[in-house]
């Protein structure tokens, strides 16, 4: 991974990187201070700032987006507590490099010399590959220090999180990015050939990523324009950055999280923005559809009806159009779903009557409400007063359904909203009719 930020500005940015190496080589920083846009862990009250003032650094997980400065965090911490650097990538290495590391730094501890021992893309390495630092780290051989753009919680074994803190590093913000592309400009000096407006499309393309916004930079230093590039210009110029997100890992869980709970909140402008997200970025329709359908039955239930219907009509267009027309037919669904009046009490009711069947489902139903297809059936009181619902008066016989053992219990209870409030005034009807039957 290439480091990313240069020193301040008062200071000289260059380093001792090559001239014909990339900028972003070229504008590492010199001291922690110099990190852009994670003060929150490298500032005198941050995690890190405290542990290099005390001069004795834990393992550590640096959590964070691509981009974000977290090789060069490591790197910079050994030098502040003077400890040997070593970096492997999880991408590239194997076993045998992970034993040479060990060894060396087993041998280097022996002369009085600790290792920082940098670990790339740590998510990467198996189970039992993390487990094969436990030893080391423990016994203080090396000070891990691991990066990773996947939550720790789900990609990194419990016993290695055990002995490392996790550290979270920030997305760049707008400002953080600026600030970058004036040590950019300082340092080369030159100026972007961009109008103030293409500037602000080139931050907001950088999404967060350090490395990006200067590699884009770079190749807009390196040709000669007749003019600044306004923001359509610029868009032509420079490959289109698409989106970080893994549809199998932690941004996928991320952003379906964030559609869901804005539709729950029946926030269609935010769940709009999230499902878009997600589409732009190469998730397949189907899936964005099959988690609606879940929604409408989860979230919204009787509470409107058409809510499962408009979903299913929308899986049904789509697969008829294909993208991108088929894609409107989702808009429409997410877009009634998150208007609908909510209620969660079908899926209380699911949750509830399977917890009650697996607690009693040896239990038979009574007898009153058994088929009798065969003599001997009817002659063991298979079927014996059951009361036919169609010849009461008012359709209702009021007759018991549960087991002679198990008392009656209210799995559903519909809210007040849409139309569960209908249903609500008909189960209060038919409770009131059965307390009538049972005093009568």
């Known amino acids: 991974m290439v480091d990313l930020f240069a020193p301040p500005p008062q200071e000289s940015p260059r380093s001792t990187a090559s001239e014909d190496a990339p900028l972003a080589d070229r504008l590492r920083p010199r001291d922690l201070s110099h990190v852009i846009g994670q003060s929150h ?11 290099v003032a005390a001069g004795k650094l834990s393992s550590m997980i640096l959590w964070g987006p691509p981009g974000t ?18 970096s492997i990538s999880a991408v590239f290495s194997g076993v045998a490099d992970l034993k040479k590391a060990f060894a060396e ?18 998510h990467r390495f198996n189970r039992a590959q993390q487990d094969g630092f436990l030893p080391f780290v423990e016994k203080g051989v090396v000070t891990l220090v691991g990066a990773t753009t996947e939550n720790p919680s789900f990609a990194l074994n419990a016993a290695l999180l055990s002995r490392a803190q996790v550290l979270i590093l920030h997305r760049l913000d ?40 200067l590699n884009q930079a770079e190749m807009l230093f390196d040709v000669s324009l ?9 868009s032509k110029f420079l490959m289109r950055r698409m989106a970080v997100y893994d549809k199998d890992r932690d941004g996928h869980y991320n952003l379906i999280s964030a559609l869901h709970k804005s539709l729950r909140g029946s926030d269609p402008q935010a769940a709009l923005y999230w499902m878009a997200r997600m589409l732009t970025a190469g998730e397949e329709p189907l899936y964005v559809l099959r988690r609606l359908v879940r929604f409408a039955s989860e979230d919204i239930g009787l509470a409107d009806p058409q809510a499962l219907v408009q979903c299913l009509a929308a899986k049904d267009a789509y697969e008829f159009l294909g993208s991108p027309e088929g894609e409107l037919a989702i808009v429409q ?19 509830e009557s399977w917890k009650a069947a697996r607690e009693t489902g040896s239990l038979m139903p009574p007898s009153s409400i058994l088929n009798a297809p065969t003599k001997l059936m009817k002659d063991i009181g298979y079927g014996a007063g059951y009361a036919y619902d169609h010849d009461a008066e008012d359709g209702f016989s009021g007759a018991n359904y549960w087991p002679d053992d198990l008392p009656p219990r209210s799995f559903y209870r519909p809210v007040e909203r849409g139309f569960e409030r209908e249903v609500a005034k008909r189960l209060d009807w038919w409770d009131k009719k059965r307390r009538e039957r049972r005093e009568g």
Do not use: H, Q
């Open 105 to 122: 730094a087993e041998a280097m501890a022996l002369a009085g010399r600790k290792t920082l021992l940098f670990v790339d893309e740590i």
């Open 333 to 351: 669904a997410c877009l009634y779903l998150a208007t609908a009046p909510k209620s969660n009490a079908a899926y209380v009711a699911f949750k």
């Open 41 to 51: 862990l490298t500032g005198p009250d941050g995690a890190i700032g405290r542990m």
């Open 174 to 213: 707008a400002a953080a990015l600026c600030e970058l592309l004036a040590r950019a400009e300082e340092l080369t000096g030159l100026r972007l050939p961009l109008t103030p407006p293409a500037r602000e499309a080139l931050i907001a393309a950088a999404d967060g990523d350090g490395r990006f916004l």
């Open 226 to 234: 007749p003019a600044p590039l306004d923001p359509e210009a610029l």
């Open 69 to 86: 400065g977290k090789t060069s965090t490591a790197r910079l911490l050994a030098d502040a507590v003077g400890l040997r650097f070593v």
